[in-house]
């Protein structure tokens, strides 16, 4: 277990929520409240779960947790992609969330194979995996 705040990851995730719903006004609210609903909502999934996945007991559940937040922030570059097509959202409104979310799934990525690594080093090697952790 480990304190979801001190993941870089979760900090960019957050500042992505934030930003997420500051874009998102209230025009857009009227003209696609189901649009900018499902926006909110897989963009708050994200942090949400790799926090969730910080409170599970082995590393294997983690995983679980940050590949459905990484499901999550592909959900929201869709759901970006099309507010943007729809004209719901202006193009530096979506430009900047959209390197936001491209962002934070390249963290996710590369935290969920380092995850996924360190129990196969274990399994195969605990003496490499004991200097290596």
């Known amino acids: 277990m480990q304190d979801f705040r ?3 990851v979760w900090t960019k995730a957050h500042e992505l929520v934030l930003e997420t719903h500051r874009s998102l006004g209230r025009t857009q609210d009227r003209a696609y409240p189901g649009l900018s609903s499902q926006m909110r909502r897989a963009a708050a999934a994200i942090p949400t ?3 969730e996945g910080c409170g599970q007991p082995t590393r294997r559940e983690f995983a679980r947790f940050l590949q459905i937040a990484l499901a ?3 959900e929201l ?3 970006l992609l099309l507010a943007h097509d729809l004209g719901a ?3 530096p409104h979506y430009a900047r969330l959209d390197a936001r979310t491209a962002q934070v799934k390249q963290m996710l990525s590369a935290l969920l194979r380092r995850v996924r690594e360190k129990p196969a080093l274990e399994g195969a090697n ?3 995996a004991r200097r290596a952790g």
């Open 6 to 8: 001190r993941l870089d």
């Open 49 to 51: 779960n790799i926090a």
């Open 72 to 74: 999550s922030a592909h």
């Open 77 to 79: 570059d869709y759901h």
């Open 89 to 91: 959202l202006a193009g």
């Open 126 to 128: 605990g003496e490499a």
